[in-house]
């Protein structure tokens, strides 16, 4: 790697480059940014319920279009109420995202994909909610054109706004100007993931890490840190440096450098920080700081109380289906309506699951001789054309009815609604230790893993999204999974 040239001189354009911004300017700069970005939260949400409610009013009139003015003339009231429902249930689902924080960059892929998502759930949940009161008189054109209208909306939005947010920043709120200590790969990598808030002005290091390719200059040495924080007008000081470097640098961090300057330091843990939750303490014990947080949040009882609402609500509501269901499965195939399969719980405890049978009443007995067809990865066992599945058993599968016994299960409190997959105990036979932390919560059923992809997803990413949901439980994520299962059933995506 080429040996970068160090330059002391102050970079040529920058607005404050060779004198020192008092602390009174410093604070005025950084209220004008919060000021900015709340009203930037609030420009994107209003909006985000403008651009929904005129897509599906513009899609009314393209329906308009095709099936003449009586037509129009007859709904207008009603898709303008389910109009505004899809913009607030979407808004909420973005809300949920951090979406209206204007100092997130997203890229146009996870743009669109997110955008598609949180308007196609808002979208059939409504439309779902709107036959349960007993409204089925929407076209389903309008479903359609709204639902291509809004997307393409959003996407144009959501692209335009972030570029004029900058641009309105940089002259009212200038962005804080950065300085990173360590030229090496680290610092590189996040001066690039700073540019889009951060004005990183470069970077200081004693060493020759920079290559030809950084288009950040070397500003100086570790040593002149205290007065190129002075030249540049630095606001924060971001420190990349390995563990056995950050010595030279603490005396000066501890004496300050007698103005007002953030210190962010890059803690040296080797990847432990992307395993940790959300949920972090810091605090001191013995004047020593350390870092604490539970493997598991603390589940309130409002989990179990929703469980039973939910339910024992969803068990009366969809007792004809189970009806139809059970006598389908009798009509088809001899053997129980029920099958009932032995699985591990919370805490490695086992427990009976019930699932409406969607295979021969020998299929265990045929399980061994299938193994060398096995499709899945880990201890998983899944064949997309599985010769053991029934006609019936097939229907169910694809479109998950066979689960819905399973809230029996919640209502004994065996399982949850939301909640990581239960393996049976052969599966768990074959964990490695780190999978085992999937078994400290209580299975629910449905998760992330069921949302993501079901059976397309692997066996690893799926014990990594169970561990995620344990670390970072609340009631808004088992809501928002709740939601996003109804397309994931919709579109059978993984089911087999």
Not at 116 to 142: C, I, M, P, Q, Y
Not at 145 to 168: K, N
Not at 279 to 304: N, Q, T
């Amino acid at each position: 790697m080429a040996t970068a040239e160090i330059v002391e001189a102050p970079i040529d354009g920058a607005p404050w480059a060779g004198e020192e911004i008092g602390e009174p300017a410093v604070q005025d700069r950084a209220g004008a940014a919060r000021v900015l970005s709340l009203a930037s939260g609030a420009t994107l949400l209003a909006g985000d319920l403008l651009i929904v409610v005129g897509a599906f009013l513009l899609a009314h009139w393209a329906r308009f279009v095709t099936t003449g003015v009586e037509a129009y003339a007859m709904g207008l009231e009603q898709y303008a109420r389910l109009g505004l429902a899809v913009a607030m249930l979407n808004a909420l689902l973005l809300a949920f995202d951090a979406w209206y924080d204007p100092d997130r960059v997203r890229g146009p892929f996870l743009r669109l994909r997110t955008l598609t998502s949180a308007v196609s759930t808002s979208l059939v949940v409504v439309v779902a909610g709107s036959f349960f009161l007993g409204d089925e008189r929407f076209s389903r054109l309008w479903f359609v054109y709204g639902w291509g209208f809004a997307i393409v909306g959003l996407f144009v939005w959501r692209t335009l706004t972030p570029r004029l947010y900058v641009a309105v920043r940089d002259a009212f709120a200038p962005a804080d100007r950065v300085l990173i200590v360590g030229a090496n790969s680290l610092g590189q990598e996040l001066a690039r993931e700073m540019a889009g808030r951060y004005r990183v002005v470069g970077y200081v290091d004693n060493g020759s890490d920079l290559g030809d390719e950084a288009d950040l200059p070397l500003l100086g040495p570790i040593a002149r840190l205290e007065k190129l924080v002075h030249t540049h007008a630095a606001d924060e000081v971001v420190i990349c440096l390995p563990g056995d470097r950050r010595e030279q640098i603490s005396t000066m961090i501890a004496r300050g450098f007698h103005r007002q300057v953030k210190i962010k330091v890059i803690p040296d843990l080797e990847g432990l920080l992307t395993n940790l939750p959300k949920r972090l303490e810091v605090s001191h014990l013995g004047g020593r700081p350390y870092i604490a947080f539970d493997p598991k949040p603390r589940v309130s009882w409002m989990k179990r109380a929703f469980d039973m609402l939910v339910g024992g609500l969803g068990l009366v509501a969809i007792s004809p289906l189970l009806l139809l269901v059970a006598l389908a499965i009798k009509l088809d195939s001899p053997g129980p309506v029920f099958y009932r399969q032995l699985r591990v719980g919370k805490d490695g405890r086992h427990f009976r699951i019930f699932k409406f049978r969607s295979m021969r009443p020998d299929a265990d007995r045929l399980l061994a001789e299938l193994r060398a067809q096995n499709e899945a990865d880990g201890p998983l066992f899944k064949i997309k054309r599985d010769p053991r599945v029934t006609r019936v058993g097939a229907f169910l599968r694809r479109w998950s009815i066979d689960e819905l016994p399973q809230l029996i299960n919640v209502v004994q409190g065996t399982m949850s609604l939301v909640g990581p997959r239960p393996p049976i105990p052969s599966e768990v036979s074959e964990y490695e230790a780190w999978q085992f932390g999937r078994l400290r919560a209580i299975p629910g059923v449905t998760g992330l893993w069921q949302v993501s992809g079901r059976s397309d997803v692997s066996f690893h990413d799926m014990v990594r999204l169970d561990l995620h949901y344990i670390r970072n439980w609340s009631i808004l994520l088992d809501m928002e999974i709740l939601v996003r299962t109804v397309p994931a059933v919709l579109t059978s995506r993984g089911a087999y």
